[in-house]
């Protein structure tokens, strides 16, 4: 379980300066299950997101990117 981040250029390509791929894959820990819950593009063009994993003994795992 993951999600994906990916930044798109006006004519929908990938960005490659974001990451040099145009995505990210955020991966916690194995076993979670992850959700990305908020997203922002900050006046410089920065991606924030702010996610959690839910382990299977009932805790969470919060981050923010």
Known sequence: NRFLIMRFNSNGTLDTTFNTTGYRIEH???????????????????IVVAGYGVRPDGKYTISSI
């Open 28 to 46: 916690f820990t194995e076993n979670t299950y992850e959700t990305a819950k908020a997203v922002a593009i900050q006046p410089d063009g920065n």
